[in-house]
């Protein structure tokens, strides 16, 4: 990788509109600010749902990064470019409890770490809005260094702690289920299955599968369809499709462009049907 050893432009789109820190309205100088839009930058994600969707880190107080074992990353003692690094941290709030600090390890030589941060102004000093620090490891877990080094959390290798086989098998058939109206085959159980357990995948990027694919789409606009022509039969006739081939005639129709919403709603309205159930016949 790259190590990031200037200040990102203040308009740089990882570290504002791509952040949820920044939509937040905590963006720089903030070090969870800084932290997650570097590790995006790294990730090179495209948009704030791409972010949200490859950026597992916690979203709270830097404190609470280093027990939030929800974000799927492996935690150590090793620096390793990419990684986040999480201090005990100094300031502390009206309880007492330390904010904690996080920076991102950009090199690595011998025992000497170099890292990237940002500093929230918590004494009134207006905070930093970038810096760089070049350490040993005995310097970064000495006590004075923002509180004394935790660990590191490895975000940008996405060394990640697989999901088992049977969180993964449910979540196949869960999805199959939810996004396409059909059961999977055991071939598509068990590929991506091991799919979803080799690589690491979450389950946003499963779902995301899904909604990009041709069949959801093609699915979600027949849906649309079949819910519309119902509610029609339901206004203008007082009762559903006497049968699917009646309800998919319509649906056809609009799917394949022959008929707009509008056209099929009038067509029903104006049968010999409707007209008998308005008292008009």
Not at 186 to 206: C, L, P
Request: net charge negative; with cysteine; hydrophobic share 30%.
């Amino acid at each position: 990788m790259d190590p990031r050893l200037t200040a990102p432009d203040r308009d740089n789109p990882y570290y504002t509109k791509y952040s949820p820190y920044w939509q937040a309205g905590k963006g720089m100088p903030n070090c969870t600010a800084y932290s997650w839009g570097r590790i995006a930058e790294l990730k090179q994600v495209t948009s704030y749902q791409d972010s949200l969707d490859r950026v597992h880190l916690c979203r709270s107080n830097a404190r609470r990064w280093w027990d939030y074992t929800d974000d799927g990353y492996q935690r150590g003692q090793d620096p390793a470019p990419g990684a986040v690094a999480v201090f005990e941290g100094i300031a502390t709030n009206a309880a007492g409890k330390h904010y904690g600090h996080v920076m991102v390890v950009e090199e690595v030589s011998g025992d000497t770490v170099t890292l990237s941060g940002s500093d929230a102004d918590v004494d009134g000093s207006g905070g930093r809005y970038f810096y760089v620090d070049k350490m040993s490891m005995d310097e970064l877990r000495n006590p004075t260094y923002h509180g004394g080094l935790l660990g590191f959390i490895y975000a940008y290798t996405e060394v990640k702690q697989s999901m088992s086989e049977i969180d993964a098998k449910k979540l196949v058939v869960c999805d199959y289920a939810q996004y396409l109206g059909r059961m999977p085959s055991q071939d598509d159980i068990s590929a991506d299955t091991r799919n979803i357990v080799d690589t690491g995948m979450s389950t946003e990027q499963y779902d995301y599968s899904f909604l990009v694919s041709q069949e959801y789409h093609d699915r979600s606009g027949s849906l649309a369809a079949q819910d519309f022509v119902t509610r029609c039969y339901r206004a203008f006739l007082g009762r559903f499709p006497e049968s699917e081939d009646a309800l998919m005639y319509y649906v056809g129709r609009i799917v394949d462009g022959s008929a707009r919403y509008r056209d099929i709603a009038w067509e029903i309205y104006q049968s010999e049907e409707a007209k008998s159930y308005r008292g008009e016949a």
